[in-house]
């Protein structure tokens, strides 16, 4: 089964090497202040499409209550080819 460009796989991204998005950024700074950790500088767009899904999973704004679970990142979703 062919997988659609949101939800390919970070590794498989053309684009996973450039550096992160502006939204990116903006949504990973949100996340990172409310679990009290520090964004590196300099992330790719892969390297900060996995601090978000791991920041979600995390984060009471995307679980409803704190725990386990959280949806997969869009943010940074290669859809360019």
Excluded: C, F
């Excluded at 939800?7 to 550096?19: A, F, I, L």
């Excluded at 767009?45 to 679980?63: C, G, H, N, V, Y």
């Amino acid at each position: 089964m062919a997988t659609d460009d949101a939800n390919k796989d970070v590794e498989d991204w053309v684009t996973g090497e450039e550096p992160a998005t502006g939204p990116q950024l903006s949504y990973l700074h949100t996340l990172a202040r409310e679990a009290g950790e520090e964004v590196p500088r300099d992330l790719t767009k892969a390297e900060a499409s996995r601090m978000i899904d791991r920041l979600q999973q995390a984060s009471p704004r995307t679980t409803g209550s704190g725990g386990a679970g959280g949806e997969s990142s869009a943010d940074g979703g290669d859809t360019a080819t």
